[in-house]
């Protein structure tokens, strides 16, 4: 058995999978030098960085399996992989607790402009009246996705005593009474939550599912989290809304174009942005 790990992978990963078969740790490849590799392998490993395209697929002449250190499938072309017999196998699980304390870390500073605020008095300004925040109590959570780490922001905010409702088509509504979570449609999450918090897979049904007409129905005093994926809200849509005074803030860990460089959600001082950095602790990476 020959194992190609094309993305960076713990340690521990790594020697667990060297009890069973010869490993090889190759990162950083271009797609051409993959497509030329991934025939001698019976097995790959990614993360989210390589994309495992039909092209891959096509070349994996041995592969039998396709290993996802970590949750979103998006950078595998599942259908290709499936219609070769190849098996795509995920971690769920392994990120789950480090995405929902991400998702927090991100709702509390933008609810206290911790990151304005430490830039402001790093640059010698004191500067208390512009930074008035506002409590996570009594206020209203949407969560979009109520899934594993969906489920765990639920049960984090809850203890905050926030009034938490969810949107997901593929949830039963005694799942989420159980969690105390009240299940409505999109449309009325939209209107009700005072923070909304996305946690969907990245697939044809959610890309753009927050764009200019969601929006368009939110109260201005919102602030909207993405630690999901990137392209589940329309970026454009996003900053225009922000800076048109549509939406209070929002926090973003994923975009559209990883590594992200110059994206337009950089441009707006009411956008906190993170480098892709929910699943990354090291208990996560141990763990996924
Ligand atoms: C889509 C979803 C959740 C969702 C969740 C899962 C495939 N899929 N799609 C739209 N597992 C909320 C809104």
Same mark, same amino acid.
């Given at each position: 058995m020959r194992v190609l790990i094309a993305d960076p992978v713990a340690e521990e990963g790594i020697e667990a999978l060297r009890a069973h078969?010869?490993?090889?740790? #190759?990162?950083? *490849? /271009?797609?051409?030098?993959l497509v030329a590799a991934i025939g001698e392998y019976d097995a790959l490993v990614?993360? /989210?960085?390589?994309?495992?395209?039909?092209?891959?697929?096509?070349?994996?002449? #041995?592969?039998?399996? $396709?290993?996802?250190?970590?949750?979103?499938?998006? %950078? $595998?072309? &599942?259908?290709?992989?499936?219609?070769k017999g190849i098996v795509v196998v995920n971690a769920p699980g392994g990120n789950t607790t480090s995405a929902a304390e991400h998702t927090i870390a991100m709702m509390l500073a933008l609810a206290r402009h911790i990151p304005q605020a430490n830039a402001r008095l790093k640059g010698g300004e004191w500067r208390r009246s512009d930074f008035m925040g506002t409590e996570l109590r009594n206020k209203t959570l949407g969560i979009v996705g109520l899934g594993n780490v969906g489920s765990e922001v639920a049960r984090r905010c809850g203890a905050m005593e926030m009034r938490i409702i969810a949107y997901d088509p593929l949830v039963s509504a005694d799942y989420a009474r %159980? *969690?105390?979570?009240? +299940?409505?449609s999109l449309e009325e999450l939209l209107q009700k939550a005072d923070f909304i918090t996305l946690h969907t897979p990245l697939t044809d049904k959610t890309r753009g599912l927050i764009g200019a007409r969601e929006l368009a129905r939110v109260k201005p005093t919102v602030r909207i989290i993405n630690?999901?994926?990137?392209? $589940? $809200?329309?970026?454009?849509? +996003?900053?225009?809304? &922000?800076?048109?005074?549509? &939406?209070?803030?929002?926090?973003v860990d994923v975009f559209t174009q990883e590594p992200a460089k110059d994206n337009i959600l950089f441009g707006c001082d009411r956008i906190l942005v993170t480098p892709h950095l929910a699943a990354s602790t090291a208990e996560a990476q141990a763990g996924a």
């Open positions: 078969a010869a490993v090889d740790v #190759k990162t950083g *490849m /271009s797609r051409d030098e990614v993360r /989210s960085e390589t994309k495992v395209t039909a092209e891959v697929i096509a070349a994996g002449k #041995k592969l039998q399996v $396709i290993g996802r250190a970590g949750v979103g499938v998006d %950078n $595998i072309d &599942v259908e290709a992989a499936t219609a %159980n *969690m105390g979570v009240e +299940l409505v630690c999901a994926r990137g392209g $589940i $809200i329309d970026e454009e849509a +996003l900053f225009n809304a &922000v800076e048109g005074g549509k &939406v209070a803030g929002a926090a």
